[in-house]
């Protein structure tokens, strides 16, 4: 099971955007999919359709140790994605929650997730402080998307060094998602330089910069079921490949064949419906 921790120390830069577009589309083409939303804005938990629920990651942590592996399992809800399915964040979530920054990763192991998952994605707020470091500790992989600008890219180098400096047996940064970007003079430059300091660390799909993405989230659709025309489908669907060693080929007709099958579903309950109407009449 990989568990892959989605951070980056600035605000604004796509996190919650890629991990649940990321989500949706692993579990469109067959994976077994967590979300874990680790951010006291839970704007992941809305994004898939779920909202704040209760229990919540912020009863996890705290749990007892004892009664922390049942609570999580309780807190698991699914989403209207079959095998995709989320942990919830509350309002009240923060730092003082967590006692011990090792008691996630406990957690997930008491649950023995890898039975029914094949990939877990922790999301979380900006900034580096105790719910980002237990995510840190917890996961096996870390994930960085990232604007293209200088503050942004001095901005990776410094959370590098922290996590080599507080983080030495942890998890590194092995991904870095490139967002918002347009084929420009001054994006292709801010590229050059992350490949140069972080070499075979940027993905070459870049996400662009779409307004696709707060469309599907205002309208609660899912990206990859209602907008695969789209420039931003198409390349998280490229990204995805990238990511997770897929054949792109192959993800596209999983993706075009569960998009039909909404389409046939939602044509099927618009019919009951219109029939359950002029049956009142």
């Known amino acids: 099971m990989k568990i892959v921790s989605i951070i980056n120390h600035k605000g604004g830069v796509g996190k919650t955007t890629f991990t649940g577009s990321t989500a949706q589309a692993l579990a469109l083409v067959g994976f077994r999919v967590l979300a874990i939303d680790n951010d006291s804005q839970h704007n992941l938990s809305t994004m898939l359709g779920v909202g704040v629920q209760s229990p919540s990651i912020r009863d996890v942590y705290r749990a007892g140790e004892a009664s922390a592996p049942s609570t999580f399992l309780k807190a698991v809800r699914a989403t209207e994605i079959p095998d995709l399915h989320v942990v919830t964040a509350a309002s009240g979530l923060c730092d003082a929650d967590v006692i011990d920054i090792e008691f996630l990763k406990r957690c997930i192991a008491a ?23 237990a995510a840190i500790v917890a996961c096996n992989e870390i994930f960085v998307p990232t604007e293209l600008k200088q503050f942004a890219v001095d901005g990776i180098v410094e959370m590098e060094k ?4 507080n983080f030495p047996h942890s998890a590194k940064i092995s991904r870095i998602i490139p967002n918002f970007f347009r084929n420009t003079k001054r994006h292709n430059s801010f590229r050059a330089a992350l490949e140069k300091l972080f070499p075979g660390k940027v993905v070459q799909t870049s996400i662009p910069n779409d307004p696709v993405f707060d469309e599907v989230i205002t309208e609660n659709k899912v990206l990859f079921l209602h907008r695969l025309a789209s420039k931003g489908a198409a390349y998280y669907l490229k990204l995805i490949h990238e990511l997770f060693d897929l054949e792109e080929e192959k993800v596209w007709d999983m993706v075009i064949e569960k998009k039909n099958e909404c389409k046939k579903n939602e044509a099927r309950q618009r019919f009951f419906n219109q029939n359950r109407n002029v049956s009142k009449m």
Request: hydrophobic share 45%.
């Open 111 to 133: 649950c023995r997730l890898e039975r029914f998952y094949d990939v877990v994605l922790i999301d979380n707020a900006p900034g580096m402080d105790r719910l980002q470091a």
């Open 162 to 165: 922290m996590l080599e400096d």
